[in-house]
């Protein structure tokens, strides 16, 4: 039986038996929030404070000890990241079977889920405030030397102030570090989320097995996140030549504004274009990121204001947005984020921990759990050129996944 099977009956079998449970004489696990075949995150209460907590129990169960080594290190990259926009661990607590990972909670779900649900047309305010704290939150991290290599709109928690849940009172937290590395340079080529990975991380991008930058690695994906926050999907499925968004991008990358965004601002698009610059090397650091987009004015076109570049024939099949209630855009094929009608529970992807990754030579983000398909979100990849975001019949699903970890829940909490 694979390792991942046996993790997945083991969780099946005792996550139940985990609710009620206490830990250390503090912390009592209320609530099953989601599963993965190496662990289980819980709604937890300390006992003491009675402040509540998310607790993330990770299996030790059938790991050799270089395995449990990746798990620790995971642990340890979380404990030194203290910061305002990072997700805050509390404790880490061994018993003989298990490690639990006690976390602030975050009770605004994630960044994934408010774009899909609470918003059409974002606020350009919150944008600016949330993706702020975002780059606060990279560049912290690395100042002190650690990559995240998974950044994107489901590993951005929101949490409200003083609960008044006041959607522009966001506190955001970048959560997730079970593919952070302290190792500038890599060479685990597809480490994180397909649609936010930049280009160095497939073939054809270079022909070359020089390793990749990591710090320019996340600095692409914080520039597809922006895009994704803003519009409500991503440009392209993978930055590779077959894709065909991407080879027009390559090709010119001004069709970012002309064809696939047209209600960017061109100081917006301008700022786009450098973040995505093709060879990480080009690309600015998240510190010129950062002072690059505190000095924008806007990020897209006013109401009404539809640009040089919106103007199309009569014939052409193209829809062209005009004002901000209008988002089909574009004459080519882009991935749409169709979400599925029966959504399920949800748990972030660190939950995953290294099992199999020596053992079996794949990177983490390699390490999807096919037992766990049937209780996942849709959201599938479409050819259409709309960006609205649609409810979808089950057996219409599309399984060709637009994010890598197509066997994880899209976000943390219920």
Not at 117 to 126: A, R, Y
Not at 134 to 163: F, P, T
Not at 314 to 333: E, G, H, M, T
Not at 395 to 406: I, L, P, R
Request: aromatic share 10%.
């Amino acid at each position: 039986m694979a390792l991942a099977q046996q993790h997945s009956d083991y969780w099946a079998q005792d996550s139940v038996s985990m609710v009620d449970k206490v830990i250390d004489n503090d912390y009592e696990l209320l609530e099953e929030l989601g599963r993965g075949s190496y662990g289980c995150l819980y709604l937890g209460q300390s006992l003491v404070t009675n402040h509540y907590v998310a607790i993330k129990v990770l299996s030790k169960l059938g790991l050799d000890q270089e395995e449990l080594d990746l798990q620790q290190l995971e642990i340890d990259i979380q404990s030194s990241l203290k910061h305002p926009s990072l997700l805050g661990l509390e404790r880490v607590i061994h018993e003989k079977d298990h490690v639990f990972m006690v976390m602030e909670l975050c009770d605004q779900g994630d960044l994934f889920d408010f774009v899909m649900n609470d918003q059409q047309h974002p606020d350009e305010t919150l944008v600016k405030s949330v993706f702020g704290q975002i780059l606060d939150a990279v560049q912290h991290m690395h100042a002190l030397g650690i990559y995240h290599r998974d950044i994107k709109l489901e590993n951005v928690l929101l949490k409200s102030e003083d609960n008044d849940h006041d959607a522009t009172q966001f506190t955001c937290k970048v959560a997730d570090f079970g593919l952070a590395t302290r190792d500038r340079y890599s060479l685990e080529f597809g480490c994180g989320s397909t649609t936010y990975l930049a280009p160095e991380h497939f073939d054809d991008a270079s022909g070359s097995m020089d390793p990749y930058d990591a710090a320019a690695s996340d600095v692409w994906s914080v520039g597809i996140l922006l895009l994704a926050f803003l519009f409500g999907r991503n440009p392209w499925q993978e930055a590779t030549a077959a894709d065909p968004s991407f080879a027009e991008f390559k090709r010119d990358p001004s069709v970012l504004k002309d064809q696939l965004f047209p209600l960017l601002s061109p100081s917006c698009a301008h700022f786009l274009q450098g973040v995505l610059a093709l060879r990480g090397e080009d690309r600015p650091s998240i510190d010129q990121v950062k002072e690059q987009f505190l000095q924008l004015d806007l990020l897209l076109l006013p109401p009404g204001d539809d640009g040089d570049n919106n103007q199309v024939d009569d014939d052409d099949d193209a829809s062209w947005c005009l004002d901000q209630d209008d988002y089909s855009r574009i004459p080519v094929d882009i991935p749409n984020l169709t979400k599925s009608a029966n959504k399920k529970a949800s748990f972030d992807s660190a939950i995953f921990s290294a099992a199999s990754f020596t053992t079996s030579g794949m990177s983490w983000s390699d390490m999807v759990e096919e037992d766990f398909q049937r209780d996942q979100d849709s959201y599938g990849y479409s050819s259409l050129s709309s960006s609205t975001i649609e409810e979808e019949d089950e057996d219409e699903y599309d399984d060709t996944d637009v994010f890598v970890h197509s066997q994880e829940k899209e976000s943390w909490w219920l």
